[in-house]
């Protein structure tokens, strides 16, 4: 991989050797263990931030149950288990010293440590859907976690809710040396990065490519190959990169979805120094699918 290119695959909040322990998840008697193991880890977090340390602001606040002086409630989630020892993430009340430490991910994501990064943002992505899903879908009862965290059931209908994750496209757009970028208006001044979109019920990913491209920027994506994925818990997406080739470099922008949108020249680009715009942040999909594609070759 070229030294130039930034957060390569596996990409930034990915943990692709973490072991999540799913066996465990619905064993109430190993659950039970786990939370009174004094080896046991908690990652600390508060109102969807992870605390850090308070001597180290890039290190997430992992603490052993040993030096936790409360107990672990059955909320705390499962995150997994990493050398035999069982890792649990747990949200702070307002009020706790330690959540003057709450720091949100999209600030620390990208100087965190890469395995601590996968671990918050797995955790992050978890609460957020546990926020969001307090009552039952089909009766409107008020549901509980369960299996560890990774499930909610309600006690009136017995239904049974699980986290979903929202898959989303994001392709890089070339036409020889060119490369077409986008501005949306949320985007901080001066960046531009990729074409994004999530994928609606009853299309195929190939298919999502081709109308996202389209409507938004006007241009026929002809052929596309898959590059590689991102869990993006911003709240709780799969970004599924792609490099595509477009017909042509004509455009016909939809001002309702983009600000702008331009086709660089890779000249234009592959000096940071001399770059008319700012490319998308470094932990993101998005900036490795650019550089991949300026420095390939």
């Not at 109430?28 to 931030?49: F, G, I």
């Not at 990493?82 to 706790?96: Q, R, Y």
């Amino acid at each position: 991989m070229h030294e130039k290119i930034t957060n390569a695959p596996p990409h930034r909040y990915s943990h692709s050797r973490f072991d999540r322990g799913a066996p465990f998840r619905k064993d109430p008697q190993w659950l039970a263990a786990k939370r009174r193991d004094p080896r046991t880890r908690l990652l600390l977090t508060h109102d969807l931030k992870a605390i850090v340390r308070a001597d180290a602001p890039t290190r997430l606040h992992l603490v052993e149950l040993a030096h936790f002086a409360e107990a672990v409630p059955e909320t705390a989630v499962l995150l997994g288990i990493e050398n035999e020892v069982a890792i649990f993430a747990l949200a702070l009340e307002t009020g706790h010293e330690l959540t003057a430490h709450a720091r949100d991910l999209r600030e620390i994501g990208p100087t965190l440590e890469a395995g601590e990064a996968g671990l918050a943002a797995y955790a992050r992505a978890l609460f957020y859907w546990h926020q969001t899903h307090g009552f039952c879908s089909r009766c409107g009862s008020a549901n509980h976690p369960a299996d560890g965290g990774h499930a909610r059931h309600c006690p009136a209908c017995d239904h049974t809710t699980f986290p979903r994750t929202d898959p989303a496209v994001i392709i890089l757009v070339s036409c020889g040396d060119h490369c077409l970028l986008g501005r949306s208006p949320r985007f901080p001044e001066g960046m531009y990065s990729t074409l994004a979109g999530f994928v609606e019920p009853g299309e195929s990913l190939e298919d999502t490519i081709r109308r996202e491209v389209f409507e938004e920027a006007g241009v026929e994506v002809v052929s596309m190959r898959y590059r590689s994925s991102q869990p993006w818990p911003f709240p709780a997406s799969l970004m599924l990169g792609f490099h595509g080739t477009a017909r042509s470099r004509a455009l016909d922008i939809d001002k309702d979805e983009l600000e702008d949108a331009r086709w660089f020249h890779k000249s234009e680009l592959l000096d940071p120094h001399r770059r008319p715009i700012t490319l998308p942040r470094p932990d993101s999909i998005a900036r490795y699918l650019i550089e991949s594609w300026l420095y390939e070759g």
